[in-house]
């Protein structure tokens, strides 16, 4: 159970991925059809575009890319992101933007297609907005606000500019992150604290097709 919700947790996104911001792997099957530009101001979902990300301070890594395949959900075309790890494993992510929201699309174990809204576009300080999602069996609540806005913020030395911050809170899980989001690059950090443990995630290198 723990193993599955820190699955779930990681953003990978997620988000998104999300986040931040809070991501599971869907088990949801491919259509095979070329992605979709599916672009917002702080997602890039061009065929190709990869993220190499550094977790925490052991030395790991991540890779983000965009893949050639959509899924359909909620009348809207989510992009598959591979995130792939040095060991091998690879968790398929589902990513959109569309009306001024970001979203990823949540698999349950059971199954059921589910959305989550990890950012929106035109967001001051201070703004709120929730969802609930089922990833297992308990609904969680997650909880996000804008606490930052056109900040300066330099991850791994590379330096980025009107940087949103958003941080997000699961109550019922004793769940925190903070995720920042840069324009046209996307999330470029996400710092985690899950019970009493935390979690760094900060942004290597990019390529944006």
Known sequence: ???????FLFISFSIALVSSTCLISSCTKDVITPAVNNNGQY??????????????SAGNTSKVEVTDSIVLAFGKKFTNFHNTYPSGTVYRNFYTYQDGQYSMMITSAAGTQQELIYLKDNVKEGDKWNNTVT???TPLLYEYEVTGIGGTR???SLTF?????VHCTIASINYQSDAYYAPKVGLIELEEVYTTSKYSTKLKSYLLK
């Open 135 to 137: 990833p297992v069996s």
């Open 154 to 156: 330099m991850v791994n």
């Open 1 to 7: 159970m723990k193993r599955y919700i820190k699955k």
């Open 161 to 165: 500019s009107d940087v949103v911050r």
């Open 43 to 56: 997602l890039n979902s061009n065929k190709g575009s990869s993220w190499d990300y550094t977790i925490d």
